[in-house]
């Protein structure tokens, strides 16, 4: 059996498309959200799991290749499954989405949340696109007299974790995306933002869009550099993948 980690739209895609060709697929997503995205006829788990839960779920279901799909960001799921996986004899292939070309004017790229956070405190008014994981970092800026704004999935969970960082309902936008770039340009605008802070999520992640709205608005836009990591094999679309994945297919 194939097991696909399909932490994003890639990988959700991916999956069914295996499934589609006849091949003996698993997707696993983070989230019971993730898991309604996919093909019911596709089999799929739900909830995270750490080393020990990958090693199991590797056994019982016999997986022969694993295809990590999950998210640039999701450093962590990938070095767990890299270590499982070499403990385990099982293939490893790294499904990676495109970078995006960001060496651009008015784009100041960091390695790090938190030096992002420190470029972003030079500035009154944030905007933060950055997903709900790592909102802490940026949370106790508004005890300095910063006026944030986050844009984040509509679960409750999400909702629920900003709300207990503190931030009211007037200051968070729950949406799912990627945005337009006249969408960003509006909430941008609207929010009177002086900087917004992303993730380099590749084109499939709309960062593009959101260069484009802020250099309308004559804004900068922080932008967190990828995790740099060590992968044994990596692909970047479906004919790579097959062709890597060779006679071993199902």
Not at 127 to 134: K, P, Q, V, Y
Not at 210 to 223: D, G, S, T
């Amino acid at each position: 059996m194939i097991l696909v980690l399909a932490g994003t739209e890639e990988g959700r895609k991916l999956s069914e498309n295996l499934y589609k060709m006849g091949l003996n697929v698993m997707a696993s997503v983070v989230s019971e959200y993730g898991k309604s995205l996919l093909d019911r006829k596709l089999k799929a788990r739900a909830g995270p799991l750490n080393e020990k839960e990958l090693g199991q779920l590797i056994e019982i279901h016999d997986i022969k290749i694993l295809i990590d799909a999950t998210h640039p960001f999701a450093a962590d799921i990938s070095r767990t499954a890299m270590k499982v996986c070499s403990e385990k004899k099982v293939r490893y292939i790294r499904f990676e989405r495109e970078s995006a070309d960001v060496d651009l004017p008015g784009v100041i790229k960091v390695d790090s949340f938190e030096e992002a956070r420190m470029k972003a405190e030079g500035f009154d008014s944030i905007f933060l696109t950055t997903g709900s994981r790592n909102l802490h970092v940026f949370s106790d800026l508004k005890e300095r007299g910063k006026k944030l704004k986050v844009r984040v999935l509509p679960c409750s969970e999400v909702i629920k974790k900003c709300e207990e960082l503190g931030f009211l309902p007037d200051e968070i936008i729950a949406a799912k995306g990627p945005f337009s770039e006249e969408m960003n340009y509006i909430m941008f605008r609207d929010f009177k933002a002086e900087v917004v802070v992303t993730k380099e999520s590749g084109p499939t992640g709309g960062v593009l869009e959101k260069i484009k709205a802020c250099r309308r608005l004559q804004i900068p836009l922080i932008v967190i550099r990828r995790p740099c990591l060590s992968y044994p094999v990596v692909v970047r679309n479906m004919e790579e993948l097959l062709k890597e994945m060779g006679p071993e297919m199902g």
